[in-house]
């Protein structure tokens, strides 16, 4: 907490012409007896593009202060025109109010000044060179910017943190990397035992995709063999019925037709005399359902 408060800043001559002495009516708050005086500066900015042109034009010691609300005149005198750019006296510039105790700044409030000529045919065709008492400030009083600094007082437990405060109670605590180290081991094993399980899934699955296929393939090759059968028996068949006499009669040609068919009723059907002989064949049902 700060023992001195900057409670306000009042600006007495303004707006005034260019040479004339600036005039502050400050107000601040004292809480405690200090044992040094306070010091006010005020300075001009000369230059919005360097700072060898800014100029302290007067600085005031207070003190003893009392504890409570004080109140005091704060006079300076005009800048010095031979510090400032040419180019840079017609225009907007900034004044610096601040205030240090043991040279250690708290507070510092600054203005922004517009000085420009008295007359409007000056300001539309400014000279080269200056009139200078043609020019008047126009410091903007209602809109201050105020900056405020948290510096050591009188004492040592005024002073503010440089670093951050010791936390005893932290090297108490048992760390948390063995712990963290741990949780993530664990994870990492679930997650191994969670793969491994799913390519044990995945083998006993293409397992039995084998089978069904072997099992499959067994039934196709056995359909197979056994229509190559009925054609060696339908051949062995053609043989002996070309083993008969030449001169048989139309009638008994027609009775061996006959005996074909019934050895086709009797289960072994004949595929070049039934073209969906093949149909009549029992599926294996593996087989079936591989089809399905």
């Keep these: 907490m700060s023992v001195v408060s900057l409670l306000g800043v009042k600006v007495l001559n303004n707006p005034a012409k260019f040479g004339d002495a600036y005039e502050f009516e400050i107000t601040f708050e004292c809480l405690e007896q200090l044992q040094k005086d306070l010091e006010w500066k005020l300075t001009y900015v000369g230059s919005a593009t360097s700072s060898e042109h800014d100029q302290e034009l007067d ?16 006079e300076a005198d005009a800048p010095d025109l031979r510090r400032i750019p040419v180019s840079e006296i017609i225009g907007v510039t900034v004044i610096l109010l601040t205030c240090s105790y043991d040279n ?31 020019v008047r400030r126009n ?13 050591k007082w009188d004492s040592e437990d005024s002073a503010p943190a440089e670093f951050p405060p010791d936390q005893p109670e932290a090297d108490i605590i048992e760390d948390d990397g063995t712990a963290y180290g741990a949780e993530e081991a664990e994870l990492e094993a ?41 054609a060696g028996s339908e051949d062995l068949e053609a043989e002996s019925s070309g083993s008969e006499d030449e001169d048989i009669e139309d009638e008994e040609a027609e009775g061996e037709g006959d005996d074909d068919m019934e050895m086709g009723e009797d289960g072994e059907p004949k595929a070049a005399t039934h073209p969906r002989a093949g149909n009549e064949h029992p599926m294996d049902e593996g087989s079936h359902g591989e089809v399905m």
């Design 190 to 230: 679930a997650l191994i035992q969670e793969e491994e399980a799913l390519k044990a899934v995945d083998g006993d699955e293409e397992m039995a995709g084998a089978d069904d296929t072997t099992g499959s393939a067994g039934a196709d090759a056995k359909g197979e063999d056994d229509d190559e059968s009925d």
């Design 104 to 134: 250690r700044e708290f507070v510092r409030v600054g203005y922004y000044v517009n000085n420009e000529y008295d007359s409007d045919e000056l300001n539309a065709a400014p000279p080269e060179k200056p009139i200078i008492d043609r």
């Design 59 to 74: 600085s005031l010691l207070v003190g003893p202060i009392p504890i409570g609300v004080n109140k005091f005149i704060f």
């Design 139 to 151: 410091i903007l009083a209602e809109k201050p910017r105020v900056t405020r600094f948290a510096i």
